[in-house]
Nanobody
Framework: QVHLEESGGGSVQAGGSLRLSCKADEYFLSTNCMAWFRQAPGKEREAVAAIYTAGTLTYYADAVKGRFAISQDNAENTVYLHMNSLKPEDSALYYC????????????????????WGQGTQVSVSS
């Protein structure tokens, strides 16, 4: 089991930026696909972005393409979510998730692809 800890959430105004971090424990190398999901009050959890940790493939939800970027630092066992041009509708609890399998282009956005989850970090964007 991979322990994941998110950080970097906060409150910003629309148009602002935040960088979320997801630090994994020593079993990080056993993961192959790391993803960010988010859940707003009253809504279902939705996928935001994913990265294949052994390569450079990345995946993004349409709602964040061109504004968000996912990256990794294997030396730090950390995956980042760089969020720019934030909108009020980006407000949510953001979760990090890890899979021991390679990201699948047709399923990276499905919760069942991921085995381990963090506790979440809150992002609030005001208009």
């Amino acid at each position: 089991q991979v322990h994941l800890e998110e950080s970097g959430g906060g409150s910003v105004q629309a148009g602002g930026s935040l960088r979320l971090s997801c630090k994994a424990d020593e079993y990080f190398l056993s993961t192959n696909c790391m993803a960010w999901f988010r859940q707003a009050p009253g809504k279902e959890r939705e996928a935001v972005a994913a990265i294949y940790t052994a390569g450079t493939l990345t995946y993004y939800a349409d709602a964040v393409k061109g504004r968000f970027a996912i990256s990794q630092d294997n030396a730090e066992n950390t995956v980042y979510l760089h969020m720019n041009s934030l909108k009020p509708e980006d407000s949510a609890l953001y979760y990090c998730a890890a899979s021991p399998l390679r990201c699948r282009s047709g399923a990276w956005y499905q919760e069942y692809e991921y085995k381990d989850w963090g506790q979440g970090t809150q992002v609030s964007v005001s208009s």
